[in-house]
């Protein structure tokens, strides 16, 4: 998949519209569309996104992501997405739906299909919908496609509702709607070793600020390692027991598992919760939970 930037003169493509944050299973659906679309026709399928979330501009912050910008762009990658077109979203927020659509998406695609959620909106003040999309597919040569809302059970599939469920620990209803698992990626870092003296070492990776953070516990995990997949379990906190800071770390204890692997990248991924954070009364009954703990991954 090549990345770009900016607006280059890539034609006849088949497009997926939207920021797809989380590339969770209801983007999945949109630009599997685009994707089939452009190998039924021989053609190359592109994601149009924006390098970050709008409420940037707007509001001056982002929300939380469910995914850091390099893992959004893996996993569409892995989709067989064939170009990820970021923009600036600043340079393009006061045009109006159609020139947003003529000047950029005509002018430097020239669509064979754009393919979008339901809820897709787009323009200065959100003047472009789906129905302007269709409205506007025979001017302009292209086929659209609505993807219709994608359910887990019977909840509507959304970023809003998947950053929820991670908030308030609901790992398991969160994977359902992505369709994977919750993952943090990192190097592993040496810590304070407090970990290995008690019988449980751990690998320490960094929780990247921009992710919505889960509730401090500890969490079932598996881990991947060089293609390896271990079980794990992973303390999210400030670790009361045996520290006074406020600083949270992601520590993870790899069952199993005897090999150096600092400053080696590995990925955490996300199961369940198996309970909150708390202060022990003592190293022995840390110890004791930890092992409680191990039982039930």
């Known amino acids: ?13 088949s497009l997926a519209l939207g920021f797809f944050d989380g590339v969770h299973k209801g983007h999945q659906a949109v630009i599997n569309n685009a994707v089939n679309y452009a190998h039924e026709n021989n053609l190359k399928s592109a994601v149009v996104t924006f390098l970050d979330h709008p409420h940037c501009y707007f509001y001056g ?13 893996k996993h569409l990658a892995n989709l067989g997405v064939d170009y ?5 979203f600043g340079s393009i927020s006061g045009l109006t739906a159609e020139d947003y659509l ?19 909106n787009f323009g200065y003040k959100k003047s472009g919908n789906v129905k302007f999309l269709e409205k506007y ?8 496609f609505e993807i219709p809302p994608q359910k887990a059970d019977t909840l509507t599939i959304s970023s809003t509702a998947i950053r929820e469920f991670l908030t ?15 993952t943090i990626c990192g190097k592993v870092e040496k810590g304070h070793q407090i970990g290995r003296a008690i019988g449980f070492p751990t690998a320490n990776i960094i929780y990247p600020s921009e992710l919505i953070e889960l509730p401090l516990g500890v969490y079932s995990v598996s881990v991947k390692f060089n ?43 996300f199961l369940k919760m198996i ?23």
Request: hydrophobic share 35%; no cysteine.
């Open 1 to 13: 998949m090549q990345i770009l930037k900016e607006l280059t003169y890539i034609p006849d493509l």
């Open 61 to 73: 912050s982002a929300p939380k992501y469910i995914l850091t910008r390099d893992d959004r762009a």
């Open 84 to 88: 990820l077109i970021e923009l600036d």
């Open 102 to 120: 003529r000047g950029v998406l005509v002018k430097h695609f020239k669509p064979k299909a754009i393919t979008t959620g339901w809820n897709h």
């Open 137 to 144: 597919s025979k001017k302009f040569d292209y086929e659209y």
């Open 168 to 182: 308030n620990g609901e790992i398991e209803k969160a994977n359902e709607m992505l369709g994977y698992n919750f």
């Open 227 to 269: 293609n390896e997949i271990f079980k794990g379990i992973t303390n999210f906190g400030v670790r009361p027991t045996v520290s006074d800071t406020k600083q949270t770390s992601l520590e993870t204890h790899i069952l199993d598992f005897d090999k150096d692997i600092y400053d080696k990248n590995i990925e955490v991924k």
């Open 275 to 297: 309970r909150p954070e708390k202060k022990f009364d003592s190293l022995e009954a840390l110890k004791h939970q930890i092992t409680l703990d191990i039982q039930s991954v």
